[in-house]
Structure formats: C-alpha cells, structure tokens
Nanobody, 125 residues
Framework: QVQLVESGGGLVQAGGSLRLSCAVS????????MGWFRQAPGKEREFVAG?????????SYADSVKGRFTISRDNAKNTVYLQMESLKPEDTAVYYC?????????????????WGQGTQVTVSS
C-alpha cells in the first residue's frame, strides 16, 4: 500500500509564500517520479511541477509557476515538497501530490499511479 498525505496548505496574501509537503508511505518512493497538480473550482486538474525519481535531477514546471515554485524531494524522509513564492490569487486551488512508477514526471494526470487527498491553498488579493 502506498499512501500520500499532503500538508502545508492554507490562506496567504498575494505575494506571500507557502511550502507544501507530501509524505509518502511505502517502499516505492525512491523509484517514483513525483508531481504536484492543482484544481481550481470549475476547472480541470492541471500539472504544476514534477521531479524525477531517486536523485531528482530532472524537474519540470508549468509555465504559470516557473520561476516562482520549486519542487524538491528528500528520499530519506520519503517526502516531496513544493515551495511556492510570490503567490497570486490565481494560484488558489486544491493542490494534489501524485506518484508515478517511472523515472520522469509528466504533465498528464492519468499517467500517475498514486494520489493524495489534496490540500487547499487560498491566496487573497
């Protein structure tokens, strides 16, 4: 059984920062690429950022967050992070952590094998 549990969401003013964490149970973490997705009300789930397995040398970002968000992983802690800076109201969404049994992360949600329950991020203007 692989479980993903997100934390770190909350309410923040525009321009502020948050760090999301995703704790992964199970032995497969180091061999999973990890991704962060988000879903705003009335919108489809969209890719935010991804990181390759093990050393996490390959990262990718949606254009809308590039330069503001940073994804990282700590294999010793079985945790993946999303550091979010310069937040904007349009970043408001439920953020989901996802794991993929493959080397690289991709931007397609149905390519992922494991999902967390999501954490709400609200950015006020």
């Amino acid at each position: 059984q692989v479980q993903l549990v997100e934390s770190g969401g909350g309410l923040v003013q525009a321009g502020g920062s948050l760090r999301l964490s995703c704790a992964v149970s199970g032995r497969t973490f180091s061999t999973c690429a990890m991704g962060w997705f988000r879903q705003a009300p009335g919108k489809e789930r969209e890719f935010v950022a991804g990181i390759s397995w093990s050393g996490g040398r390959i990262t990718s970002y949606a254009d809308s967050v590039k330069g503001r968000f940073t994804i990282s992983r700590d294999n010793a802690k079985n945790t993946v992070y999303l550091q979010m800076e310069s937040l904007k109201p349009e970043d408001t969404a439920v953020y989901y952590c996802a794991g993929r049994r493959s080397y690289v992360a991709v931007a397609v949600a149905n390519e992922y094998d494991y999902w967390g329950q999501g954490t709400q991020v609200t950015v006020s203007s």
